[in-house]
């Protein structure tokens, strides 16, 4: 399974964007695909995860609300609609994925994903 990342660019506060993440190769397998970001600094974070079969979701606090993600199984694609941007949301973000025989049920914990592609910049000015 691969993942890439795309959608990210330069907005102000209060503004959206919708991230991409393709997911190709054993798509069979995916349990679920996340989105994590990292800003200059700072460690890793998760942002939201979906279920790759049934579209359960779960989102961090932080975005709760604004944030969306989505899946569109037919086009190998999952979606970070992202609302109400705030310059707290300037990260890199990147998608990963855990598969059938990783997957343990910690969704919300980077370790959890052992499957990730190239991140995208976000840059949110105030």
């Known amino acids: 399974v691969q993942l890439q990342a795309s959608g990210g660019g330069l907005v102000q506060t209060g503004g959206s964007l919708r991230l991409s993440c393709v997911v190709s190769?054993?798509?069979?397998?995916?349990?679920?695909v996340g989105w994590f970001r990292q800003a200059p600094g700072k460690e890793r974070e998760f942002v939201a995860t979906?279920?790759?079969?049934?579209?359960?979701?779960h989102y961090a606090d932080s975005v709760k609300g604004r944030f969306t993600i989505a899946r569109d199984n037919a086009k190998n694609k999952v979606y970070l609609q992202m609302n109400s941007l705030k310059p707290e949301d300037t990260a890199v973000y990147s998608c990963e994925a855990v598969t059938e025989g990783y997957y343990s049920g910690s969704v919300y914990f980077e370790y959890e994903y052992h499957l990730w592609g190239q991140g995208t910049q976000v840059t949110v000015s105030s």
């Open positions: 979906i279920n790759w079969s049934d579209g359960m979701t």
């Open positions: 190769g054993r798509t069979a397998s995916v349990v679920f």
